[in-house]
């Protein structure tokens, strides 16, 4: 490209009015779901003054603005017909969740058919998948299933299990928007009948190029297993999902969403470039997007992206975008009628994302980069690009950047709201591997389509392996980084709102870019970045945090760059509280002992600027699972640390003493948690603290007398709180000015306890807990220390 040549604006895109009526049609169906709204009398006259409005629009506006108003108005009372329509699809599917939640709880499982929908793959709950329930009268709905091994994608089952509706929780109510009325856990199998017919001879070629690949054998392989086949239980048993999440490239082998799309549209883009007339090019593209998804086993979630995603490529190919637009809004909001649960399904709206954004502002970003590559080769002056082919290659590189920088802004709310993470290296992982995964699907396709031809087959596969290995080296060393990604507690809708608006108002103004400005705003938007992370980094003030994690622990100790986490809690919560507190690196990770809603979110931990060592009681680590091991080898890149009685721990001005226990310990029980004595400082600003995991009376007033432990500010009270957790004796001694409980709204242990609250309150101490008022902050004081929660945001008091 030569720099003086004047980069042309592209053509603002038409957005058509099918658009709008998507969107407006998502956001409905999802609201009735989310809320099970079933039909009732009030719903259906609400829907029925709607139609009124709706038809009557058309006719108001001819009589009082003319024609042209007519026009638009007939518009809006399609959007308005469509999302009337929409609603009552949603209040029956709504209704019929709740009918067959309520038989599930009432009755047998045996009088049910069971049909796994997708492959079973390793969670929180074993195996899990996503299943389908049918009663003999017709009545069905989607479950979660917990299921044993050796069952298969389209298996149908008669079992003998347990079914859990959905909780009046966040979590209940996500899985109500996707159409999903609770989990069936499966006991015991009492039939299993794999898929026949066309399906079941798809699936059978598809086990018989699993065994060929032989996923289990390596990363490679289980990459290749996921990309190809779109078989996702390798990659999630060896901690391949978490990687490809760090590095922002998820999508690459998430076959139900935006991994048809980028296929498609690195495809056509290639296609375009070719001599051959339109209709061999779409040929062409729907030929592979079907052998792929062929390849997968025909999930419903992949034929679903690929009739949008071909549809667009299509569109695209025959040079008629605009149409592809319209043909895919008018393609979702069918399927949206059809199932109306796909309003919640995350690959759905990956998919769709994807696809309409790509439609919209693929040319747009390959102008903003064609305008910053332009004035950043003039500044460093670089040598003009000459040759025909290098520009052909630049081109190339530039618009496959600007499709995956599009596709992922498009999915940016979806993945932040169902992962809480965000990837700071998405850019250049993509840019360095869409490349080489591109190759491995092809030769990945052609080694499992000629598995029965060794010598080529093995041919392919070899090269499919060099492929594999050339996407995980880049994607390793990137994952390594500092601030290769952070957790974030984003709101999903504030941030799917804000992307909507700046979106609208892009096209709106759809503006001319000067290369200078774009350059000098991108240099401002660093500049601002480096302040953001200075300040969170090493101006943090000193303070205890008991976040609010759940029903388990989760202590961050904290004084400006110096920072030192006690427990991790069950599950991300704890991860999404470090991100909203800005927490970047730790010194340590104190697990105080082994139980899970202590080290479970462990795993989920995923700090920029890394952390130190991982800590347990002499003897725990020992006892340790591969999965613990493996985890604190990730974050501090060594094993697990060991300390005994009277160790200390330094996080910048406080120093935490290990109090408990006295020897060697497994980790196993409540009474091995290690009990730790915070202090900070001495005179006006100090501050004491007793840390007590999950230890018990005993334990505790053995410890704090051994120490003469006595007048304490804090004290974060063992075992939840529960009617155990300590004596009256050990009350009064320690004296704590505050006790803090960590406890789960709604948890089934009754935590914390009446008991164990009157004994704390006898004993002079106001008594928090995490359920009702969310993080609670601790920070010394001149008269004494300052309390405030995350669930009041407000100071409490100077409590002296």
């Not at 390596?218 to 760090?246: C, I, K, T, W």
């Not at 995603?309 to 895919?328: C, D, E, M, P």
């Not at 400082?681 to 009376?697: C, K, N, V």
Request: net charge positive; charged share 20%; proline share 4%.
């Amino acid at each position: 490209m030569s720099r003086s040549r004047v980069i042309e604006r592209p053509i603002r895109p038409h957005v058509p009015v099918t658009l709008v009526a998507l969107v407006c049609l998502i956001g409905c169906e999802r609201t009735v779901l989310r809320l099970s709204l079933a039909p009732t009398w009030s719903l259906l006259l609400v829907v029925g003054l709607g139609a009124v409005v709706a038809a009557a629009l058309p006719v108001l506006a001819r009589r009082r603005l003319g024609a042209a108003a007519a026009r638009r108005a007939a518009s809006y009372r399609a959007v308005l017909g469509t999302c009337l329509v929409g609603i009552l699809v949603a209040s029956v599917r709504a209704g019929m969740d709740v009918r067959t939640a309520q038989r599930l709880g009432k009755g047998s499982l045996m009088d049910w058919r069971v049909e796994v929908v997708s492959d079973p793959i390793p969670g929180d709950y074993g195996l899990s998948c996503h299943g389908h329930v049918v009663a003999a009268d017709g009545l069905a709905s989607d479950v979660w299933l917990s299921v044993p091994k050796g069952v298969s994608l389209r298996d149908s089952l008669r079992v003998v299990g347990r079914f859990t509706p959905n909780g009046d929780d966040g979590r209940g109510r996500a899985s109500a928007a996707q159409g999903i009325c609770g989990r069936v856990r499966i006991v015991h199998i009492d039939e299993q009948r794999p898929a026949r017919g066309p399906i079941g001879f798809v699936l059978k070629l598809r086990r018989l190029c699993l065994s060929h690949i032989d996923p289990t054998s390596s990363d490679e392989r289980a990459l290749v297993a996921g990309g190809v086949l779109g078989y996702p239980s390798a990659m999630a048993s060896r901690g391949l999902r978490g990687l490809f999440s760090r590095c922002g490239v998820s999508h690459l082998v998430a076959v139900s969403g935006g991994h048809l799309v980028i296929l498609s549209w690195l495809v056509s883009r290639l296609l375009l470039r070719s001599r051959l007339n339109p209709k061999a090019r779409i040929s062409i593209l729907q030929l592979i997007l079907v052998t792929f998804v062929v390849a997968c086993g025909v999930p419903v979630s992949a034929l679903r992206a690929w009739a949008m995603a071909g549809i667009a490529g299509g569109a695209q190919l025959a040079g008629r975008r605009s149409h592809g637009l319209s043909s895919v809004a008018v393609v979702g909001c069918l399927m949206l009628l059809v199932d109306p649960a796909l309003s919640g399904r995350l690959g759905f709206l990956l998919s769709l994302s994807s696809v309409v954004a790509l439609c919209l502002f693929s040319a747009y970003a390959s102008y903003l980069l064609s305008s910053f590559a332009s004035s950043l080769a003039c500044l460093l002056h670089l040598p003009a690009l000459t040759s025909r082919r290098a520009r052909s290659i630049a081109k190339g590189l530039r618009d496959t950047l600007a499709a995956t920088l599009v596709a992922q802004l498009a999915c940016a709310p979806l993945t932040i709201g169902a992962f809480s993470e965000l990837s700071l290296v998405s850019v250049p992982a993509n840019l360095l591997v869409v490349p080489a995964f591109s190759a491995l699907i092809g030769l990945g396709l052609v080694s499992c389509l000629l598995c029965w031809v060794p010598l080529v087959s093995g041919a392919a596969l070899f090269a499919t392996d060099a492929c594999a290995a050339a996407v995980m080296v880049p994607l390793r060393a990137l994952s390594s980084l500092p601030f290769a990604s952070v957790v974030v507690s984003w709101d999903a809708a504030v941030v799917a709102l804000t992307m909507a608006s700046l979106a609208i108002l892009l096209l709106w103004l759809w503006p001319h870019v000067s290369p200078r400005k774009l350059l000098r705003g991108s240099a401002v938007a660093l500049l601002l970045g480096c302040v953001l992370v200075v300040r969170c980094v090493f101006f943090s003030p000193a303070g205890l945090y008991v976040l609010d994690v759940g029903q388990g622990d989760a202590i961050l100790v904290r004084d400006g760059s110096r920072a030192v986490l006690v427990d991790t809690g069950p599950d991300g919560a704890c991860a999404r509280e470090l991100a909203r507190l800005g927490v970047l690196r730790l010194d340590a990770i104190v697990l105080t002992h082994l139980h899970d809603d202590h080290v479970g979110g462990l795993d989920e931990l995923s700090l920029p600027l890394g952390c130190e060592r991982v800590i347990v009681a002499r003897g725990v680590a020992a006892s340790m699972s591969r999965r613990l091991v493996d985890e604190a080898r990730r974050l501090t890149g060594r094993d697990p640390d060991e300390i005994s009685l009277g160790d200390a721990i330094r996080a910048g001005s406080f120093s935490l003493r290990m109090l408990w226990p006295e020897g060697e310990v497994s980790g196993k029980t409540n009474a091995d948690s290690i009990e730790l004595l915070l202090s900070l400082g001495e005179g006006e600003h100090s501050m004491s603290a007793l840390l007590t995991g999950d230890a018990e009376r005993d334990e505790t007033e053995r410890a704090t007398r051994d120490a003469d432990v006595r007048d304490i500010d804090v004290l974060k009270v063992g075992h939840h709180g529960s009617k155990v957790s300590i004596s009256p004796g050990t009350a009064r001694r320690l004296s704590p000015v505050l006790s803090i409980a960590s406890a789960g709204e709604g948890n089934d242990y009754g935590h914390p306890s009446a008991e164990c609250v009157q004994i704390l309150e006898d004993a002079g101490s106001t008594f928090m807990c995490t359920k009702d008022v969310g993080t609670i902050t601790v920070r010394p004081g001149v008269f004494g220390i300052l309390v405030s929660t995350s669930g009041t945001a407000r100071v409490l008091a100077d409590v002296a």
